[in-house]
């Protein structure tokens, strides 16, 4: 009995039984892990020197992430005090009441956030989350190839000329694809550029009773083009690739051209790159697609004003030059998409030639609702159920893709899909 | 007579054929894995790369230096070793009171025992979390992830312990007591030596087991009591999977639960075929 209870004691101490509540010295930030989240641990380090404050730091799979903030909030929250958000959730949670509205002083600049990033993460014109870095896609294609084939890529080119122009450059028997495009299905993965490309055909999501619109002409039309396109030009086994291969791919040259995330071109590593604004086919609005990982304060939180304070810190011009001046990292390394200011400066347009590309790509991305969509989101419809609906359409482009579906069957089947998971969700 | 000569000669090659391939087969994935550790994140996509490539240890510098490695790895080791002692310490009286003092209802609790381990996880996510982050206070501590991979285990833990016990022929233990030795002294001087082989595979199976959960370990963690795989689960980035830097931390966080095994092969083996051939 006695071992029993020594036993237990030992446990008990050896193990913390009851941990010391967390004070206003310490935030827990939950980021998901990407190059510029993890930087900023180590950037932070001179927060923590000037202010006192503690940061503990948890890395998170993005769905575990957005799983955890949930069931927290569900809870009456206080795990975290700072979490890493994307502009899918920004809208959906500040309206639901789960993270706090954010307001700056006026050194923080508010106007210098790029517009379109600033109206994705609010709900009815009051912030939600603050920009820690934002994209859009581009096309990114090799000049040399298009040089030689004689062919060239403008500016919101017409689909007709980006598919001409990728049969120019297409020598699979030289390891050359004419277009590498993301197919490996998620709502994040494939159907991130599948929607830039059925908005650019004048499609959308839903309609304005958000009854699901997939097996509209729109849609047909933009799918087909999609997989003649990457199915005739595309690398073989497209349907597995997403960001990771296609920029392996395009590293060891064995692409034209690739239309992704405008994040891309800053791990580009091969001569002759050239870029150029999104394709469209007769409406450039929804071309150019819209994404940013912002930083929030979810409303169980005890330390709500620190935690502000830090996010204002972090987001800020200030936190761009501290990335800029610490010694391990650079203006190659600052975060972008997200100030009007970091383009202004010289040393990070000597570094980054796709800087102007990108900035015009994100100004010109509209995530507002319109009369073409009743949802705000470019690349996807921030409403709850989007995740699941973009999953399950995701599937069925891959399938199409894949030739194990026709077209006709696919879009058929994903409105099936789409329309019972809005139907069950009560829209109608 | 030469068929029979014929037929064991061509056992004895074939055996170990078969012994091998089976053993490559299952030990492909771990060697795949420490592999792929060594090629950086582009090498480990490119098909050319796929056998033949500079190795880099950057994904390790990289674990280490910006992921706090070791941090992670003494919480997998406390709570994997607090929850095996606190196992066995409650499932040993256990499955001892149940194979020597058997009552009608043994059998029904040890199904139901077992019948613990069908309930979906996710069921119990939220009462889970609420209880222990706003009634109990212990959330995100090593005492809570130690309670719950003790619980998650002790239906396999009694389980098997109880099969191995009900091998100790029954006289032995009564010897024990007409010789007055009490019942704690049954179970220290005379079970537990009989059985040892038993209550050591027992033991390494559930360090295994609460070395690799992740469910939980994930879920009811932040900082403070995280354990190697919310390591894993945190290098799964937004823009897909980086195979070098993922196979990295993979490869150290089972590292140690491989060599623990192979060192301890012998007992593994000893506690799983215990009483197999009668």
């Known amino acids: 009995m006695k071992a029993l209870q020594a036993s237990a004691l030992a446990l008990m101490a050896a193990t913390g039984f009851a941990q010391a509540g967390s004070h206003a010295s310490e935030l827990t930030i939950a980021i998901v892990n990407n190059g510029h989240m993890i930087n900023m641990q180590k950037v932070a380090e001179a927060y923590t020197a000037e202010t006192g404050v503690k940061l503990k730091w948890v890395s998170l799979e993005e769905g575990v992430l957005r799983e955890q903030v949930t069931s927290d909030t569900a809870t009456g929250g206080g795990q975290y005090d700072v979490i890493n958000i994307g502009m899918q959730e920004a809208p959906i949670w500040g309206a639901a009441g789960w993270i706090e509205p954010l307001e700056f002083g006026a050194e923080y600049d508010m106007d210098d956030i790029l517009p379109a990033i600033r109206a994705g993460l609010s709900h009815e014109g009051t912030m939600y989350a603050a920009p820690f870095y934002g994209e859009s896609s581009m096309v990114m294609y090799r000049k040399d190839l298009t040089d030689a084939a004689g062919v060239s890529v403008a500016d919101n080119d017409s689909w007709d000329n980006i598919k001409a122009a990728a049969a120019a450059m297409h020598d699979p028997d030289n390891g050359v694809y004419g277009a590498c495009l993301r197919g490996k299905p998620g709502w994040g993965d494939n159907m991130a550029f599948i929607t830039t490309m059925v908005n650019s055909f004048g499609g959308a999501w839903f309609d304005a009773d958000f009854k699901p619109t997939i097996d509209s002409d729109e849609w047909r039309a933009a799918i087909n083009f999609y997989v003649d396109l990457l199915g005739n030009y595309g690398p073989p086994g497209s349907e597995g690739n997403s960001f990771n291969e296609i920029l392996a791919l395009y590293n060891e040259g064995k692409c034209g051209m690739w239309i992704d995330a405008t994040i891309a071109a800053s791990f580009l590593e091969v001569d002759g790159v050239a870029y150029a604004q999104s394709p469209n086919a007769g409406n450039p609005v929804g071309a150019n697609w819209l994404w940013a990982w912002a930083m929030a304060v979810p409303t169980g939180t005890a330390n709500t004003d620190e935690a502000k304070a830090f996010i204002e810190w972090a987001t800020s011009k200030e936190y761009v030059q501290a990335v800029a001046n610490h010694p391990d990292f650079g203006w190659g390394s600052v975060p972008t998409g997200q100030r009007a200011s970091t383009y202004m400066f010289d040393e990070f347009k000597a570094v980054a030639s796709f800087a102007g590309a990108e900035m015009a790509a994100i100004e010109s991305a509209a995530p507002e609702a319109t009369d073409l969509k009743p949802y705000v989101g470019v690349q996807f419809a921030a409403i709850p159920e989007f995740p699941q609906v973009g999953s399950a359409v995701a599937q069925e482009m891959a399938a199409a893709l894949s030739g194990a579906k026709s077209v006709d069957e696919a879009l058929a089947a994903s409105q099936a899909a789409a329309d019972a998971i809005m139907s069950e969700a009560g829209y109608y | ?278």
């Open chain 2, 1 to 278: 007579m030469a068929i029979v000569a014929q037929e064991s000669r061509l056992s004895r090659v074939l055996w170990p054929i078969l012994a091998w391939t089976i053993a490559i087969i299952f030990f492909f994935p771990i060697f795949w894995l420490v592999f792929t550790s060594f090629k950086t994140d582009a090498d480990a996509v490119k098909p050319e790369h796929l056998i033949f490539f500079t190795p880099t240890l950057e994904n390790y510098i990289n674990m280490t230096e910006n992921y706090d490695y070791w941090r992670f790895a003494i919480n997998s080791v406390i709570t994997s070793v607090f929850a095996t002692l606190f196992a066995l310490i409650v499932g040993v009286p256990c499955a001892y009171a149940m194979a020597f003092n058997p009552t009608r209802a043994t059998k029904d609790i040890l199904m139901w025992m077992l019948s613990t381990k069908m309930l979906p996880a996710a069921a119990v996510l939220y009462p889970m979390t609420f209880l222990t982050k706003n009634f109990l206070g212990i959330y995100d501590t090593h005492f809570l992830v130690i309670v719950v991979l003790c619980l998650i285990n002790l239906p396999i833990v009694i389980w098997m312990l109880f099969t191995y016990f009900k091998e100790i022929p029954k006289e032995i233990i009564e010897a024990g007591k007409m010789d007055g030795v009490s019942t704690w002294g049954e179970i220290k001087d005379i079970l537990i030596p009989l059985a040892w082989g038993g209550v050591a595979s027992t033991a390494l199976l559930c360090f295994i087991f609460c070395w690799n959960e992740a469910y939980w370990t994930v879920r009811l963690t932040t900082t403070e009591a995280a354990t190697l795989s919310k390591l894993i689960e945190g290098n799964r980035a937004p823009e897909g999977l980086f195979f070098g830097r993922l196979s990295a931390v993979s490869a150290a966080a089972v590292g140690p639960i491989v060599v623990l095994g192979w060192f301890c092969q012998k007992q593994l083996v000893q506690g799983l075929t215990f009483g197999a051939v009668k």
